[in-house]
Structures are given as C-alpha cells and as structure tokens.
C-alpha cells in the first residue's frame, strides 16, 4: 500500500507542480467569468462625456421636442450624477433640435440619409424622429380600449399596410455605440409618457409607479408546511433555475474533471511505457500497484481541482446570497460520484495507454470509453425537460453514465425513488471495481507489450484469459 | 543457499522461443556474467528472475521463494534501456525509487551514493540536463541505492567512457565485497573475464555456457596456438594447409592457429619450421572471446561441429 502512496504522490507532484497546470486553474474559472468581468472594466472605462442626438420633431406644431429638451435638462442636473461621490455615473445627453423637412416621402428620406451621414462622421450619436402622428396615441389607445368585446374594424386599403405608421416614432444610430442605447431606452420612457399619457414634467417616483408596476400575474412552485406549521410557497421559477444551475454546474466540472484527469493519465501510461520507464517501475512495484497509484494520483489531482472551484463557487454563491440552492448533501453526492468516476474511467485510460505502443493508437481504443461521458452531454436536453422520464432514470440507473446523470437530477430535486439511489449506488461501486479489476488484467499484460496496438478482440482475451 | 534457480523455464513471445528450457543455478555471494548475441535471450531471462514477465512454464526461485511478485525490494535492477523521469531533479528521482523498494526517508542515503559517484553537485539539476554518462550514473544509483542482496545489472556498462566505466566497476565490486549477489549481461568479454565468477552464455535461446571461466576454458582445451615467422613469411593459406589445423587468422604480427583436438602440437612446430624460422611459438587456450566468436558466429559453428559443445540442449 505504501508503495501506491509513493507512485500517487510522485504523479500528483509532476502533476500539479507544472507551470501548465497553476496556470490552467487560474485561467479556467477566469475564461468562464470572463464575459462578466469584461462587462465590469468596460462599464468602469465608459465613455462619460456628454453625448449629442438629433431630434425631429414632425407633429403638428413640434411639441415634444421642446418638452424631451426639458426633461433632458431635468436628467443631465439630477440623474445622470452619482449623489455620494459626485462623479458622473453617466453620459450627459445634448440635444440638437433639427427642423423637419417637408412631409413627401422623398425629402423625409433624404433628411434620414443627411443625418445618418452626420451620426457616421461622429458629430452625433444618432437621431431621434418623432412621427407626425404620434401625439394622437391617446385616442389610439381610447380606440383600442373601446374596441375590446367589438368586431373588428375592416382592414384599411392595402397600401395603406405599405406605409409608415405615421404615430411611430423612429431613433437611428449605430446599435455599438453604448451612450445611445441608453438615449433610446430613456426615450423609449419619455416619448411613452408624453404620448400615451399626456403626462410631460413626471417626477422619478410616478414613472417608477408607472413602468415598475407588478405583473397581475405571478408564477409559484407548491405550498407546503414548514416545521411550525406555516405554509410556505416553493419559490417556483427562481429555485428551479438555479437547481438547474447548480446541476449542470456540477455535472460539467465531473466532465472537466474526467477528461482533464483521464486524458494526461492515458498519455502519462504510454510515455513511460514508450520510455521503458515502466520497466525500471516494475522492478519494484506489481502492475496493479503501478495503475493503482496513477489512479490515486489522478484522483488527487481532480479533487484539489474541484475543491478549488466549488470552494470558489460557493464563496461567490454565499457573497450574492444564493448559497441555499447548493446544499450539502448534493456536495457530497458530487465528491462521492466524482472519485467513482475517476476510478473508474480513470483505469480503464490507463488500461488503454499501457496497451498501446504509439501515440497515435489509442484513438481508436478510446471511443467506446468516451462513448459514456460523451453519451449524458448529448442527452442534458432530454433530462432537463423531464427529470423523471424513462429515459432519464435509465441513464441514471446505467453505471456508466451514473455520476453525471443521477447527479443532475438530484440536483433538479427530480422524484429519485430510494430503490432507484440504492440501486444506482450499489451499480457504480460494482461497475467501478468491475472497471478496475479489468483495467489491471489489461494494464498488465499491456504495460510490457511491445508492438502493434491489439484489437478490442485481443484486448477482450486478455481480460479473460489473463 | 543459491539466490537464483532456474529449473527448466521457457518463455515463448508469439511464435520465437525466446528462452528453451533453461536450468540455471546462482550461488550467493557470487558475480555471475551473462553473455551471448543481441537478441539471444540474456534480458528475457534477467526479466523472469526480476519477475517483471513469467516464465511459460517452468520454476523460477529468487533468493529462496518462488512465488512473490516484481516487487522484490531486495532485489535491484538495472534495466536495458536506460530512462527516468526527466522532468524530475535527480535527488528527487533517487528518493522516489528508493522508497519504492521500502526504504523511508532515503535522502541521506542516496546523497552518500551521489558522493561517491562525483554526482553531488548535481542533485538538484534535472535529469534532463544531465550527460548519458551521468543519466546512467543516477540510474545505477536507482538500481544499488536500497542495498540490494541480489543485484541485476543488464549491460552496466555499455556506451559509458572509461572514466565512468571505472567508477561503476568499481562501485560493483565493492557491492559484491559487501555480500551482494550481482548477476550482470555484457558484451565486453574482457569485463566478463576479470569480474565473473561464474559466466553463463545463452545462445538462440539455449543455454551453451555455464560454469567458472577456467572450466568453461578447460571444455574447449589448449587448441589455440600464436605464431611468429620471421618476416611474416608464411601466408594463412599455407597456415591452413599445415595437417592438424583447422583454422588460421591472420592477426597482423602474429597469427593464430586452432587445432583439431588430439593433434600433437609438436608436429606443427616442426612443419613451421620447415617454412621458415619461427620466432615465436605459444600453445595456449581460446580467451573468452575467442569462445563467444566460436559459438556464435553461424559461419563457424556449420564448418566445425565441435564449436558448441555438449551443453546445447540438455
């Protein structure tokens, strides 16, 4: 035993003492965060300064420009700083009121086409036209209102379709610029209130009553009693989503795990065999505590791995207030699956990289043991849908594909029936010493076998015959 | 007691014998050389002794018992191809292998070793950097560090320069003196001659050798001899045609006659004499090497029947 703890530690260190490796744990989680941090540094670098739009105000009379104009002023004074630290926490917008062109399509566009010259030569972020109808919306509104439970009016003539809808209001620009996209969701509110509600001058609150109103409808999971006997409503929605989260989370950290592991296991085999390395091995320790020791090695490796990341995930999970949806029983679910599945991958990798002689040969080899870890990444879809369907609980009952799948429905709290966790529990330990016990027949007579690659035939005889 | 038995073991890789029903027996204490051709089964055999492969059928017994596995740790190992970890640091590597073979907390130990083969200040480089002469160096080192009773050493001391060679020889010979049984292969007939106390010679498979150098000498009896002529006078086909010669070579200032067994040398000397003046005449008995030439070079052994003798295929 002694012995496999001197091989786990020797592998362990060449392992985890590689410059490769400190780097790939760093960079790992920090290519999965990436995207967030980046949006974090961009926000902070965002351009602040004051951004000007064009507006064309083609109602009757061009009212809404000059009440936009006030409302613009109203938010560069109060919004657009940050009250404790007084620094700008956005763009001061400056509006340039154009003129209209006449109303004939042709001098509409070309006025479009002069002003998008302007936004491409930056003089402008983009331009706001407000159609000439569009402070009719109100009795557009009343219209519609009063047209519920009526037959519908006839469909004007058809031409009709083909036109612009002359109450639309149009905002123009290049859909990258940041500054704009934050003038058109601020428009968006203050051309709606202007003429939908006739309301100009609305103070913070009253929009917020406005546009902040709840939906009349909610969705909720179930409800239940609690240990003081108060009904408790299941969060529905929100816990699924995570639950769902935290499932997949899991089951792609066994995968990375799994492949990170098994890959450099298979490659580590087949060097020191190509090397005669092995050799010198045998000298002193039996096949079996050779594969043995890799193994625990392998395990070693994928457990410091995981411990970083989950510790690092809960860290994160805890600090935003979601640490309930990672429960610890699932944690040690998660563990217990992972080192079986190392295990169990893991010596049937090695197996294959003693059997070989070449770096190119075991390609062929390790598509049936791939199969099994690719098998539950195709089929998340499916489980997802239905966590409690056929198909679901017979991959979850299937050893192979245990870890990954019970995994994930434990997680989605899917209806495991306790014959089921028995069952599947007692399938993986047998599956995983099945997995071992062939492993070592292969690594053994493979590891000082020199030549051709064998066959899945010969690889079959072996583990029969010794 | 005898630290190897081999009691009629053979070992087949597919279709080629690798090893033909050897019976093999190594005292304790002794140096046994193993010769023979590349590819004649001296490793296969030093492997089954290391229990590294099985023999087909037949007893292997290391040091008494013969059922436990490669994980012998009184046994030391120096395989053919020589390799480690080269990302490792050379101590590190030493302390790994000793402690493969049980030993705890070796470092004093594999630093004695480092010093005494002028490796020290090498202990914390990489094997990667360090010379072939000094990569085998630490391989041997990896072999003798767990003070071995029995100790295999496959080609010790091939590809080394003389300084390096002299080193690890020395290193042997000290193990030996402190009771280590070694059981070496080598090509070097000369090496064999000087440190064996035994020598051992297999041949496709076949034992064809086995005993002291002297006994081994003695079945080949004093048939060579060494002849001068003055003036290099008499060419080897004349050597040939001399009766009672079986062979003549033409080693440059001498030559060297075999003689066909019971031919009375003193015949030749007077038939030399006929062909010139002999300067100097020397009856003396086939080296080592000359033996190893005999047996394996096919060329011989189908003009001379007698050049393997009685031991194949017992």
Not at chain 1, 26 to 50: A, Q, W
Not at chain 2, 247 to 253: E, R, S, V, Y
Request: with cysteine; aromatic share 8%; glycine share 8%.
């Amino acid at each position: 035993m002694r012995k496999i703890w001197v091989i786990a530690f020797r592998e362990f260190n060449a392992t985890v003492r590689t410059k490769a490796f400190l780097v790939g744990i760093f960079l790992m989680p920090v290519l999965m965060c990436g995207s967030v941090v980046v949006s974090i540094i961009t926000e902070k670098l965002e351009d602040r300064s004051s951004q000007k739009i064009a507006i064309v105000d083609r109602t009757p009379g061009a009212k809404i420009a000059p009440i936009l104009q006030t409302a613009v002023e109203k938010r560069n004074a109060q919004d657009t700083v940050n009250k404790k630290t007084g620094e700008r926490s956005s763009p001061e917008f400056k509006l340039e009121i154009v003129p209209p062109s006449g109303s004939d399509q042709a001098a509409v566009e070309s006025q479009r086409v002069e002003l998008s010259k302007r936004v491409k030569d930056h003089e402008i972020i983009g331009f706001l036209e407000i159609g000439p109808d569009a402070n009719n919306q109100r009795a557009t509104l009343t219209a519609i209102l009063g047209a519920i439970g009526k037959p519908k009016p006839a469909a004007p003539d058809e031409q009709a379709d083909d036109r612009e809808d002359p109450a639309l209001c149009r905002f123009q620009t290049v859909p990258t610029n940041a500054g704009a996209i934050d003038f058109y969701r601020w428009s968006l509110i203050q051309v709606t209130l202007i003429t939908r509600f006739g309301l100009t001058n609305v103070d913070e609150k009253t929009q917020k009553a406005i546009f902040d109103q709840k939906p009349p409808v909610v969705m909720l999971g179930l409800t239940t009693l609690d240990e003081k006997g108060n009904a408790i409503d299941d969060e529905g929605n929100l816990k699924t989503a995570a639950q769902l989260a935290v499932g997949l989370g899991m089951m792609m950290l066994m995968f990375m795990m799994v492949m990170v592991g098994s890959t450099p296991l298979l490659q580590s085999v087949l060097e020191e065999k190509m090397q005669k390395i092995s050799e010198v091995l045998l000298g002193s320790v039996q096949p079996f505590q050779l594969m043995m020791g890799k193994l625990m090695g392998m395990i070693g490796v994928a457990l410091l791995l995981s411990v970083v990341y989950v510790a690092g995930t809960l860290f994160a999970v805890n600090y935003y207030g979601f640490g309930e949806y990672i429960p610890l029983t699932l944690l040690l679910w998660f563990l217990f699956y992972l080192v079986l599945a190392v295990i169990m991958y893991g010596s049937l990798f090695s197996a294959i990289g003693a059997a070989c002689s070449d770096m190119k040969e075991p390609q062929a080899l390790m598509l049936p043991v791939m199969m099994p870890i690719i098998l539950p990444m195709m089929l998340v879809g499916l489980i997802i849908k239905n966590p409690d369907g056929i198909v679901a609980r017979a991959v979850s009952l299937f050893p192979p594909t245990t870890p990954m799948m019970m995994l994930l429905r434990q997680a989605m709290e899917a209806n495991v029936r306790p014959w089921e966790q028995v069952v599947s529990t007692i399938g993986i330990i047998a599956f995983t010493v099945f997995c071992v016990w062939v492993g070592g027949r292969i690594f053994r007579i493979g590891i000082l076998m020199q030549g051709k690659a064998p066959s899945f035939k010969q690889l079959v005889q072996w583990v029969v015959h010794g | 007691m005898n630290a190897v038995e081999l009691i009629e073991v053979k070992k087949a890789f597919s279709n080629v014998q690798a090893v033909k029903n050897l019976t093999l027996t190594v005292p304790e204490g002794c140096v046994y050389g193993f010769i023979g051709p590349n590819g004649s089964g001296k490793s296969t055999t030093l492997r089954m002794i290391m229990r590294i492969i099985y023999p087909d059928e037949g007893i292997v017994r290391v040091l008494g018992a013969d059922t436990f596995g490669a994980a012998n740790d009184l046994v030391g190992y120096l395989p053919e191809e020589r390799s480690t970890y080269k990302k490792m640091k050379v101590r590190e590597v030493l302390c790994f292998h000793a402690e493969l073979k049980g030993l705890r907390r070796p470092s004093a130990l594999v630093d004695e070793w480092l010093e005494r083969l002028g490796l020290i200040d090498w202990r914390e480089k990489k094997v990667e950097t360090l010379s072939k002469g000094m990569a085998q160096k630490v391989q041997f080192i990896s072999s003798v560090v767990s003070k071995p009773k029995l100790l295999l050493l496959d080609e010790p001391f091939s590809g080394l320069d003389p300084v390096n060679n002299e080193a690890i020889r020395k290193a042997v010979i000290e193990l030996h003196q402190e009771g280590t049984t070694i059981i070496f292969s080598t090509h070097d007939m000369r090496t064999a001659e000087v440190m064996c106390d035994y020598i051992f010679m297999i041949y496709r498979g076949d034992k064809v050798l086995d005993g002291t150098l002297e006994s081994i000498q003695n079945q080949y009896g004093t048939d060579m001899i060494r002849v001068r002529v003055e003036g290099n006078a008499v060419g080897v086909g004349e050597l040939q045609r001399i009766r009672g010669v079986s062979d003549a070579k033409d080693l440059g200032h001498f030559k060297e006659l075999r003689v066909a067994g019971g031919v009375d040398t003193q015949a030749i000397l007077h038939r030399l004499c006929e062909l010139g003046r002999v300067v100097h005449f020397e009856v003396s008995r086939p080296s080592l090497h000359d033996i190893f030439v005999r047996i394996a070079n096919p060329t011989a052994e189908e003009s001379d029947e007698t050049a393997v003798p009685a031991l194949q295929g017992e």
